[in-house]
């Protein structure tokens, strides 16, 4: 049971972050004007673009969830300190997937937390 919880945490997580990375990699209207506005375009867009990647293909490779939960948990801590003190969320639901993505793979580092020990 406890291996299903984390692969349903894990796609979750991958899934909620598969638009984003999209957004920036492909250099949508919306992802560059937001980093614009932080003053971070076009490098921070494309670095925190390929991070994302990362933390998906992490998350879904065998032995890497730990670290791709990690990789997601401080993208996610980095992207609400963003909108919180410099983009607004407005009435996009972006804020209510960071947070469900922040939970989720906060969940899969407790419930893997051994594993990120011996990796």
């Known amino acids: 049971?406890?291996?299903?919880?984390l692969w349903i945490l894990?796609?979750?997580?991958?899934?909620?972050?598969?638009?984003?990375?999209?957004?920036k990699i492909t250099s949508s209207s919306n992802s560059i004007e937001l980093f614009q506005t932080l003053g971070m375009e076009p490098y921070?867009?494309?670095?925190?673009?390929?991070?994302?990647c990362?933390?998906?293909?992490?998350?879904l490779l065998p032995k890497m969830h730990s670290i791709g939960a990690l990789m997601s948990v401080s993208?996610?801590?980095?992207?609400?300190?963003a909108h919180t003190t410099?983009?607004?969320f407005g009435d996009n639901p972006m804020g209510i997937m960071m947070v469900v993505n922040l939970i989720s793979s906060s969940l899969i580092l407790y419930l893997r937390k051994d594993d990120l020990l011996n990796e």
């Open 44 to 52: 921070g867009r494309f670095i925190i673009g390929i991070i994302e």
């Open 1 to 5: 049971m406890r291996a299903v919880v």
């Open 10 to 23: 894990q796609i979750l997580s991958a899934v909620l972050l598969m638009g984003p990375a999209w957004s």
């Open 86 to 88: 410099h983009l607004g």
């Open 54 to 59: 990362g933390a998906i293909l992490c998350l």
């Open 75 to 81: 993208i996610m801590i980095g992207a609400l300190i």
